[in-house]
């Protein structure tokens, strides 16, 4: 059975110099579901059940949340296996807070949290492709992907025919 490795810290941190300090979390402990889909439907990243989200954090080896006032305004989680691969996805951030540095500050702790794997890959929405671009991010030539429904994906700029 592989180790797991949750961590539990809380800290505050500034955002880029605004003076604003937001708390950081890296425990699903406290995480309220319903709250985090929301924040999803809203960043707009899509409709994302609850219970899924439960789920897809729980097997996630590193997560992050961010809060103002008890409100989360941030998240991100990265499946990875300790070793080769580290998969960042499911960044999301408040409408009301983006542009403050938050999206970049979940990415940097993700990455932070996955040094020592051979690779560290990241799922972008299209269009966001320029914002990973400048956190070091590079295109993949040899990404594939098999989707649910293939129809929508193909559809939204997801995957292409050939």
Same mark, same amino acid.
């Given at each position: 059975m592989a180790t797991r490795f949750w961590l539990t810290s809380t800290c505050r941190r500034e955002s880029r110099g605004t003076g604003t300090v937001f708390d950081w979390v890296d425990s699903t402990e406290t995480i309220n579901w319903e709250e985090l889909s929301n924040l999803y439907r809203i960043a707009p990243? $899509?409709?994302?059940?609850?219970? !899924? *989200? /439960? =789920? +897809?954090? /729980?097997?996630?080896?590193? +997560?992050?949340? =961010?809060? !103002? /006032? $008890? +409100? *989360?305004?941030g998240a991100g989680r990265a499946l990875a296996d300790g070793i080769d691969c580290s998969y960042i996805c499911d960044v999301a951030v408040h409408p009301e807070y983006q542009g403050l540095g938050i999206g970049k500050a979940i990415v940097s702790r993700l990455v932070e949290l996955s040094q020592g794997h051979r690779k560290i890959i990241l799922y972008a929405a299209p269009g966001k492709e320029p914002f990973y671009r400048k956190l070091g991010f590079k295109r993949m030539k040899t990404a594939m992907a098999i989707f649910e429904n293939q129809a929508l994906a193909l559809e939204q700029g997801l995957v292409d025919e050939t």
């Open positions: 990243l $899509g409709e994302k059940k609850p219970a !899924d *989200l /439960a =789920v +897809t954090f /729980a097997n996630s080896r590193y +997560t992050c949340f =961010v809060f !103002d /006032a $008890g +409100t *989360l305004i």
